[in-house]
């Protein structure tokens, strides 16, 4: 009698892959390391060989992921968790739009981001500006993000027709850059909710009724 042979079990299947343009797993750490140096050497003194020790990674895989420094910080300036903001769902336009400007306070004036958000605009503003470039497609990320609010406003009949949203917020967010930072002058509790009331009536069809919130 021949004793069978034994059979060999299935191969193991490969570990799944990363979904490509995720990033490596230390993406999070790489990208606010990107940030916090951008705010303490400026965008020329950016490295990723600094961004690469910050990070406690090999440089390369900043490389494998982002060729330059330029592509990194967009990267954390659009993806990462430091500068994002949440597109709220209140259910009334002037409560989504405090919650907005509660949030771009919080950018101006938080320990964490301040400097962050001042370094990002630091730019020169010329055509070859790289810094000027990504803080440009950086608000232009955010607006995008930021079109359900104003969808959902025209859906309940809020916005009077043919209205700017980009003003709209250019509005709120100048009077909370002026203040906190061209001022440099503190932001008193509510101070969100005064300036939405001040500029929304502008843009809306009737007074907003929730001026408690």
């Not at 990194?72 to 994002?84: F, I, S």
């Not at 739009?97 to 964490?112: R, S």
């Amino acid at each position: 009698m021949t004793t069978p042979t034994p059979v060999s079990p299935p191969p193991s299947p490969p570990p799944a892959s990363r979904r490509p343009g995720t990033g490596p797993r230390a993406a999070g750490a790489i990208q606010e390391a990107a940030l916090r140096l951008l705010a303490e050497r400026g965008y020329t003194g950016l490295t990723i060989e600094a961004v690469a020790r910050r990070a406690g990674v090999n440089k390369t895989t900043i490389y494998r992921w982002w060729p330059s420094k330029a592509a990194l910080l967009r990267a954390a300036l659009l993806d990462g968790a430091l500068l994002d903001v949440e597109v709220p769902d209140t259910g009334s336009l002037r409560g989504d739009l405090v919650a907005l400007t509660d949030q771009v306070v919080g950018l101006l004036t938080g320990p964490g981001t301040e400097s962050v958000v001042r370094a990002m605009t630091s730019g020169s503003g010329a055509p070859d500006d790289e810094l000027a470039l990504l803080a440009r497609d950086f608000f232009a990320d955010r607006f995008s993000r930021e079109q359900p609010v104003f969808s959902r406003a025209a859906g309940r009949g809020e916005l009077r027709p043919g209205v700017d949203p980009m003003l709209l917020l250019d509005l709120m967010a100048g009077a909370v850059w002026v203040r906190a930072v061209l001022r440099r002058a503190p932001l008193p509790a509510g101070f969100a909710a005064e300036v939405v009331d001040a500029v929304l009536p502008a843009f809306a069809t009737v007074p907003p009724p929730d001026t408690n919130v």
